[in-house]
């Protein structure tokens, strides 16, 4: 039996310098968890994930209505949401080469029997600043399923992103889409039982929980 829901999470632009604190697992921004993947920005989401507008098939033809999956909430952990490397000290807007920043979050889950599979996808924004120049660049990216009993990460990993700016221009986008996250199936409500939290991770990865990376 096999359930799938897809749900926007937060969009936010280029944000300012922030202290990185993901390996803390800490409360962060809210996700906006209203409304379908229709027509998200430039990236087309449908193309990654497939479980959109699947049905209970069990359920299908009976008569009965299907049961509907309710995703964990995906938040942006405070502080998070970018990172700025600078050529001096003290930090200025002058010296800054470049900064990551998150653009939309988003989730899609499914039941496949007594697990939950989670998808998570990520865009952002990779920009130049006076004292940069173009080249590649790895953005290195958590994805924690967290408990919300005892906010202990069951899943936690870190995905290092491509991304590269060309020559004659300033910015680029980057994209994630993980594999499946499993963690074990509750209850339909699954977002009383588990809390997303994504974030741009450039410190060292403290992580806790039965799978990590």
């Known amino acids: 039996m096999r359930q799938g829901s897809l749900i926007r999470g937060a ?56 049961h509907h999956l309710f995703c ?12 700025q ?22 989730r899609e889950c499914a039941r496949q029997g007594d697990q939950l599979s989670i998808k998570v996808g990520i865009a952002g924004n990779v920009l130049l600043g006076p004292a940069g120049a173009p080249a590649s660049f790895t953005v290195p990216l958590r994805v924690a399923i ?20 060309p020559q004659g ?8 889409v993980t594999e499946p996250l499993m963690v074990p199936f509750v209850q339909d409500h699954t977002e009383d039982d588990y809390t997303i939290k994504v974030g741009i991770d450039e410190g060292p990865a403290k992580p806790a929980g039965r799978q990590k990376e």
């Not at 409360?27 to 906006?32: F, L, P």
């Not at 964990?72 to 990172?83: M, N, R, S, V």
């Not at 967290?146 to 700016?165: E, F, Q, S, W």
């Open 11 to 66: 969009s936010l632009g280029l944000a300012a310098a922030a202290s990185l604190a993901l390996s803390g697992l800490v409360s962060g921004a809210r996700a906006d968890s209203g409304g379908l993947l229709d027509g998200i920005n430039r990236f087309n989401w449908k193309e990654f994930f497939t479980f959109h507008g699947s049905k209970d098939k069990e359920q299908q033809g009976s008569g009965k209505p299907a």
């Open 72 to 83: 964990p909430e995906i938040i942006i952990l405070d502080g998070t949401a970018a990172f």
């Open 169 to 176: 221009q300033a910015q680029t986008d980057f994209t994630l």
């Open 146 to 165: 967290v408990g919300t009993r005892d906010n202990d990460p069951i899943v936690t990993k870190l995905y290092r992103v491509a991304a590269t700016i």
């Open 85 to 106: 490397a600078h050529a001096g000290s003290p930090p200025t807007n002058m010296n800054l080469r470049y900064q990551y920043a998150l653009g939309d979050v988003v």
